[in-house]
């Protein structure tokens, strides 16, 4: 039994893993941020504190109040936040953006992580109490990709492991070997969208992770909400690999999925 905290962003994901640890009997502490944390996620841990974003120093210190050893990093927070309210930072969320010097999520999250390390924090793997959340490979749907699809999830998964890998995105559009939008920091669902805008539909998106994927934090997730957007710009399919990202709402996904002819491969 472990005593864990749980820095929680949007979406079901921190109270789907805080129901897991719950059931293994660990202890789980969860720190939401206001405005971004679903409130709901309450009835779901043992604990819970809020914090306001940026304010990290209340943070650490409520983490070594409650004597936590170990923590997890859930839940979106949209890239564009690292870009907005610069003023309600406090000291120590400002100097650890003034020492990376740039605002890619995934060297924030590093630097984060050495400052927790240095009051006896570690950021943990949260992969081994969501293990049913990870895809293999496989077709899921009853559709399996068309040749002219496959072609463009063999073309487009090339593409976006390196634009990943670059750290500008980890989903693209394309179709018929024709990038038709990358996703950067407004998110996989609003890059669905803008693709519905400049084509007819019929496309197919693919979703990588960075080819050196921690799975500690900032790991990619997919739920029903983006195949919604899928069906609402009429794309065809979605490639997503194996391994190292987040299937949420498994079931719904297939089913919606299935009644509007979109194939969901895992590669």
Do not use: C
Not at 22 to 42: C, H, P, R, S, Y
Not at 189 to 218: C, H, N, S
Not at 241 to 264: T, V
């Amino acid at each position: 039994m472990a005593r864990i905290g749980l820095l929680a962003g949007s979406g079901k994901l921190p109270s789907i893993f805080a129901r897991s640890a719950m059931e293994k009997g660990d202890t789980v502490i969860a720190f939401g941020l206001k405005g971004i944390t679903d409130e709901t996620i309450e009835k779901d841990v043992t604990k819970l504190h809020w914090l306001e974003w940026g304010n990290l120093q209340k943070a650490l210190l409520l983490l070594a109040m409650e004597r936590i050893g170990s923590v997890v990093m859930l839940g979106k927070l949209k890239k564009d936040m690292f870009f907005k309210n610069d003023a309600v930072l406090d000291e120590k969320a400002s100097a650890i953006l003034k020492k990376v010097g740039d605002r890619k999520d995934s060297v924030i999250f590093d630097e984060a992580s050495k400052a927790l390390a240095k009051i006896g924090i570690k950021i943990i793997d949260s992969a081994a109490y969501l293990k049913d959340l990870i895809p293999q490979k496989g077709v899921i749907t009853k559709r399996r990709p068309t040749d002219a699809e496959q072609e463009d999830i063999k073309y487009g998964s090339d593409i976006a492991k390196k634009l990943a890998g670059f750290d500008i995105g980890q989903a693209l559009v394309i179709k018929n070997k024709t990038v038709i939008a990358v996703e950067t920091i407004e998110g996989t669902d609003e890059t669905i969208g803008r693709a519905g805008k400049l084509t007819e539909g019929g496309f197919t998106v693919v979703k990588m992770a960075r080819p050196d994927q921690d799975m500690r934090f900032d790991v990619p997730a997919i739920g029903i909400d983006t195949v919604n957007s899928i069906v609402r710009a009429k794309g065809s399919a979605l490639a997503l690999e194996s391994g190292k990202m987040f299937l949420l709402d498994r079931d719904e996904i297939i089913k919606l999925a299935d009644s509007h002819n979109i194939s969901i491969v895992i590669i």
